[in-house]
């Protein structure tokens, strides 16, 4: 099952807003076929791992980390390929939570007389696919936010530069990270501040194109911004409240920018709003990438699942100077933002911490 999870991660970066499979076809000790799920629409892992291997799986154990699947998506049900493939048990680490399958998988295993075991390694795949989890279970994407901080939490200098707080090594380690995700939001203060275009680079096939999103109440995105300038080649969203402009609304969609109005919430703008928006268009692991009030928003009202922060080893000082996370902050430290399953990692010349929220 290890070797099905490490299979299965392969997947990152071009699987998405599919699960990430892996399979391994084995009798005793012996491993006969293994695959992994790289892209939509592409065999899933079982199918590869049983296509290795033709009449040889008969008898065999299939070991994979999520519940086969039992439907006929853009690619046809596996339970059928592994019963007729002669697969004696299968040993599956959790169920797949789409409602499509959930269950349905085991059953049809079970009703064909394949011996079924279910949990092996749940936690790690449960982890692995929290995304795919949390989307296909609550209709919202799974959300990351990133940052790159001095020692000090900041993220500007009270002028406002920025460019750059971390080492170039760092900068890539980043790109790499975004890789990872389906879209990228940030605020208009950020757009504004560092006129970013926000893509991924390189490029991966994946299934899903990528997605740009900004926050931004009153439409103040500049036509000419390089988000803008690039929004027919690679999608962007705005999220603007009722009473944005409507001539700027009309330029914005003239240049090929999806512009979507959502609700307020305390004064502002409903982020879980255009979180159900973003999942329902397929995003299932975004990136929330500044500024500083767009991380207070998302900490405050719960919304983020994991912190990603880069750590430079330099000290900028100054009461003015913009912190990573703005917004109005708890009153005490027992209501502060905790981490858990935290880990900690040298990137260049600085630091990578990683964690869980809530
Ligand atoms: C598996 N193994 O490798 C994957 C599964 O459109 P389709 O046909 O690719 O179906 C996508 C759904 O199939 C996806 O939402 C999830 O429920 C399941 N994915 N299942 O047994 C795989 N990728
Ligand atoms: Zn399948």
Known sequence: MRRALALA???RGTAAPNPFVGAVVAWGGTVLG??????????????????????????????????PCCHTGRTPPCVHEIVLAGVRRVVASMRDPNPRVDGGGFRYLRRHGIEV????????AKELNAAFVKHARRGLPYVTLKGAVSLDGRIATRCGDSKWITSSTVRRHARLLRAEHDAVLVGIGT????????????????????LRAVIDSSLRLSPTSRLVRTARREPVTVFCGAEASAARRKKLLSAGVTVETIGRRGGRLDLEAALFRLAAGGVSQLLVEGGSEIHGSFLENGLADRLVLYLAPRIVGGRA?????GGEGPQWIRDAAM??????????????VDGRLR
């Open 191 to 210: 757009a504004l501040a560092d006129d970013p275009r926000l893509n991924r680079r390189p490029k991966p096939r994946a299934s899903s194109p990528f």
């Open 321 to 325: 100077a913009l912190p990573f996370v």
């Open 34 to 67: 293994q695959g992994f799920h790289r892209l939509a629409g592409e065999p899933h892992a079982e199918a590869i791992a049983l296509s290795q291997i033709g009449s040889r799986a008969r008898g065999a154990t299939l070991y994979t980390n999520l519940e």
């Open 117 to 124: 075991e279910i949990g092996l390694l749940r936690r790690e």
């Open 9 to 11: 991660t392969l997947g």
């Open 339 to 352: 981490l858990r399953s935290v880990s900690c990692a040298r990137v260049g010349d600085g630091w990578l």
